[in-house]
């Protein structure tokens, strides 16, 4: 069982800045691929990006690449996004989700993913 709690949502101006974090607690975090996805009023929530269990791999979505970054700390137990030149449509709740990694797949469905905090709002404004 892993535990997520996000933090560090908020409002920012387009073109600016946001570092969200994500602690985790439970058992065997370093063997976890951590991801963010992110879920628009309206809208579906999408993959935004991933890391593996050793931080040396990552993905991210088209929409996010160049201007966010995933990284974890595994002995602080936490994955960050570094998120820049946000956009108005960045805003969104940003979750960030946790699954067992038993393979080099670096998934980005929603339903691949066992483990969910609980959101932390994202607000871009113009």
């Known amino acids: 069982q892993v535990q997520l709690v996000e933090s560090g949502g908020g409002v920012v101006q387009a073109g600016g800045s946001l570092k969200l974090s994500c602690a985790a607690s439970?058992?065997?975090?370093?063997?976890?691929?951590m991801g963010w996805f992110r879920q628009a009023p309206g809208k579906e929530r999408e993959f935004v990006a991933a890391?593996?269990?050793?931080?040396?791999?990552?993905n991210y979505a088209a929409s996010v690449k160049a201007r966010f970054t995933i990284s974890r700390d595994n002995a602080k137990n936490t994955v960050d996004l570094q998120m820049s030149s946000l956009e108005l449509e960045d805003t969104a709740v940003y979750y960030c989700?946790?699954?067992?990694?038993?393979?080099?797949?670096?998934?980005?469905?929603?339903?691949?993913?066992?483990?969910w905090g609980q959101g932390t709002q994202v607000t871009v404004s113009s």
């Open positions: 989700a946790a699954r067992e990694q038993v393979s080099s797949n670096m998934y980005v469905s929603l339903s691949a993913y066992d483990y």
């Open positions: 439970g058992r065997t975090y370093k063997r976890y691929l």
């Open positions: 890391v593996n269990w050793n931080g040396g791999t990552t």
